[in-house]
């Protein structure tokens, strides 16, 4: 183990660090996070490559000491144990200097935290709402239309479809925009990750969280339900299409004509709730 | 009889992760074609863990054991009460077993998230006769608690002062109090959440006006001081072993008694570092990622002074100590990587992956059950009156080091890759490093087999031990008694006036 962790340490680093490649999905065998493909992500990346090298350093500083201690102080080479209890100008340092490590990584970890929070002035808004087992996506600023999005099952899989990721209907989103993302969910929680983009914030029934993301860069990002739901948990994938500006405003003429209007999606939600009764419960 | 249960506890939860792990070796759907049965095994396999492995075996088995010895008492304050305690898990842990094969079991995960643990998404009893298996643990765990507070608190030798008891009574102490104080607002939940499901009223529904993020709140209040009740009797043990085979008193006694309360203390102030995504506000997180830091220091000054103990020491390579030294190599992994969970910001790309199953089952799997083996061929001797095999103990330890190794660290990398928790089939990509993960179960496996057979020889072929096996540097009271120790120890009462503090 030890020795694992000396060699794939910087490894990890330096695959961290390596967001030249452009991975928008999980790749085979690699060590660190997916290339960063936002803002937010390139800085999450930032601090936890701080807080490997911080880690790893305290991993190799104790496991140098327990190794020097077994080899130096084992009972061949000490054979008469000293009587020391106490130092207080040692423990008095061991407290210390964790305590200045802690500040080192708390302050970057506050700077980030609030800088991802929220976005100062969204440019547009899409609504995500989690369901037992699909997700679905509506466009308020765009003549809020409204589509759900199923993963593709195994046997209907097109060449370069990722198993278990791909879906029917990929959320459309433009590139270099600041992009406010409400979440809520129609069943039970769910949560809505795209790893590259690190958007991750769960879908809770009652309520509705916020987050954001600006995307840096075109292409196709896979993530996945990140909290329990049930049986098909993990049947429930997200991809997001990132697109230039252009694309996009293409894209929403063409699905608007093709998707329902959210409200009226919401009154025959609403028939149907009216339908079926709550009274069983 | 805790270890007993503690042992078949031990079987049945390992025999589900290892089910997990074979579903998960390749990509695609091995054998468990009904995904409720997956998550089924993944709640039962933590809960078992948690309440019927780790939980029995560290306080029921060895804390009834060795705290009465350890501070010169014929038996625990409460013995009948112990006896009731021991049968409440007992019942507790059918109850939970039934649950898993009623009603389609309880795939909700052992945090029982509503909505999905609610009447609407698991109809059927079994989501209810694993809340009653929970009441009734934590009936045990409270009754127990009380019996152990009241027993240190009120039946040490004279002479033995607070400041004088051994590290592991301390453990045992500060665990008993965070015991007393989280289990019942876990009950209180429970028992809100039991009614949800049968009596209409909607505490966690938000559809009536509740809140499901409430029973988060309330879950981990509990949760995060149950980390630590799992995590401080090995604390406890550590110290012991460290100090007597480096033949030297514990560094820093006052120090290691105090971060351990510290810890306790600090413990019931970090739950919601647990829910960095449910949508806390932005300063609400900025607090807890601070609190949680702070819980660094008091764990650095333990393993700071352990490594400080066996500094100048005359060290004996037995097989407690090698476990002990595993412990806290593999606890440092598993708490440094707790360092980089603790802040929001990161957190937020690994939270519900395999990252955080890495960071846990480090702290947990290795933390925890290491010291659970430690303190199993420390004071076998003392239980059984036998010894065990020592160079079968060493190959278990070997054994066990690299397969839990093999099989936990790869999952950082799945996690930072974003593979989620508790899925039952995964993208392709990662294919690798699961193949790996579930090789080191086949490890561990593997040890864990040889284990059993160690107990075996320990109980059939093991040589008679003397009072104190250890030699100079096992200076606590249960050495001074014969092994196996009788039932009512310490007729004579052992004055410890003179003695130094029992570090």
Not at chain 1, 134 to 146: C, L, N, Q, R
Request: hydrophobic share 50%; net charge negative; glycine share 8%.
């Amino acid at each position: 183990m030890s020795k694992r962790l000396r060699i794939l340490a910087p490894l990890i680093a330096t695959c961290a660090a390596a967001g030249s490649a452009l991975a928008a999905a999980p790749e085979p065998w690699r060590l660190g996070f997916q290339a960063a493909a936002s803002p937010v992500m390139e800085r999450i990346e930032e601090l936890h490559n701080l807080l490997l090298v911080i880690i790893t350093g305290i991993t190799l500083f104790v496991l140098g000491l327990l190794v020097y201690v077994a080899l130096r102080f084992n009972e061949k080479s000490n054979p008469v144990p000293s009587t020391t209890t106490h130092n207080t100008v040692i423990e008095v340092l061991w407290t210390a200097v964790p305590v200045v490590i802690l500040m080192v990584m708390a302050v970057p970890s506050f700077k980030l935290l609030y800088f991802m929070d929220r976005a100062q002035d969204a440019e547009m808004t899409i609504k995500v709402i989690g369901h037992q087992w699909y997700w679905s996506y509506e466009y308020p600023d765009h003549g809020d239309f409204t589509f759900d999005s199923f993963m593709v099952p195994d046997d209907e899989l097109k060449d370069g479809q990722p198993r278990l990721l791909a879906v029917d209907n990929k959320v459309v989103l433009p590139i270099n925009t600041d992009i406010r993302v409400l979440l809520t969910s129609d069943d039970v929680l769910h949560a809505w990750a795209v790893p590259a983009l690190i958007t991750k914030l769960d879908a809770v029934p009652g309520r509705i969280n916020e987050t954001w993301m600006r995307i840096n860069r075109e292409g196709t990002y896979y993530g996945q339900c990140s909290e329990l739901c049930g049986v098909n948990h993990g049947f429930m994938p997200v991809a997001v299409e990132a697109v230039s500006k252009e694309a996009f405003r293409t894209w929403v003429k063409t699905a608007k004509k093709e998707f329902a209007r959210a409200d009226t999606d919401v009154d025959t939600n609403l028939a149907q709730v009216a339908e079926t009764g709550t009274g069983a419960r | 009889m805790y270890m007993v249960l503690a042992m078949i506890g031990g079987v049945v939860g390992g025999a589900m992760s290892w089910f997990i792990r074979l579903e998960l070796a390749v990509p695609g759907i091995q054998f468990i074609d009904d995904f409720q049965f997956y998550n089924v095994l993944v709640t039962a396999h933590g809960l078992i863990m948690v309440f019927f492995v780790v939980m029995p075996a560290l306080i029921g088995g060895f804390g009834n054991w060795i705290v009465p010895l350890m501070i010169g008492a014929p038996d625990m304050a409460f013995p009948r009460m112990n006896n009731i305690s021991f049968w409440l898990l007992a019942a507790a842990l059918i109850l939970l077993v039934t649950a898993g094969l009623i009603g389609g079991g309880p795939g909700t995960g052992w945090t029982v998230y509503p909505p999905l643990s609610n009447a609407e998404y698991h109809p059927g009893p079994a989501v209810d006769f694993a809340i009653l298996s929970l009441h009734l643990a934590g009936a045990s765990s409270v009754l127990g608690a009380i019996n152990f507070i009241t027993t240190i608190l009120n039946m040490r030798a004279p002479g033995m002062t607070l400041h004088r008891m051994p590290l592991f009574v301390w453990s045992i102490l500060v665990t008993a109090f965070l015991l007393l104080l989280a289990m019942p607002v876990l009950a209180g939940a429970l028992t809100m959440l039991l009614t949800d499901r049968n009596f209409g009223t909607s505490f966690f529904d938000a559809a009536g006006g509740g809140d499901p993020i409430l029973w988060q709140h309330l879950f981990w209040f509990f949760g995060h001081p149950e980390v630590y009740i799992m995590i401080l009797p090995g604390f406890g043990i550590i110290s012991q072993v460290v100090s007597t085979f480096s033949r030297k008193p514990v560094f820093g006694y006052l120090g290691m008694a105090y971060a351990m309360v510290s810890i306790g203390v600090i413990g019931f102030i970090v739950w919601a570092h647990h829910m960095y995504t449910v949508g806390l506000d932005v300063d609400t997180r900025a607090y807890f990622v601070a609190a949680t830091l702070v819980i660094a220091v008091p764990t650095g000054i333990k393993i700071f002074s352990w490594i400080a103990t066996m500094w100048g020491g005359s060290i004996r390579f037995d097989t407690p100590m090698l476990w002990a030294m595993g412990f806290i190599f593999l606890f440092v992994v598993g708490g440094v990587t707790g360092l980089v969970l603790a802040n929001a910001g990161v957190d937020t790309a690994v939270h519900d992956t395999y990252y955080v199953v890495a960071h846990f089952h480090y702290v947990l799997s290795l933390g925890a059950v290491f010291s659970i083996f430690t303190a199993f061929y420390y004071w076998i001797g003392k239980m059984s009156g036998r010894r065990y095999p020592e160079m079968l103990g060493r190959i278990h330890f070997w054994i066990t080091f690299i397969g839990v190794n093999i099989l936990f660290f790869p999952m950082h990398f799945l996690g930072l890759q974003g593979m989620p928790r508790r899925i039952p089939d995964y993208a392709d990509a990662y294919a690798g490093w699961n193949m790996v993960s579930s090789f080191g179960a086949l490890v561990t496996a593997l040890a864990t087999v040889l284990f059993f057979f160690i107990v075996y020889r320990t109980f059939t072929a093991g040589e008679k031990v003397a009072a104190n096996p250890w030699g100079e540097g096992a200076t606590t009271l249960e050495w001074t008694v014969e092994s196996p120790a009788p039932f009512h120890t310490h007729e004579e009462i052992p004055d410890m006036g003179g003695r130094q503090p029992a570090e």
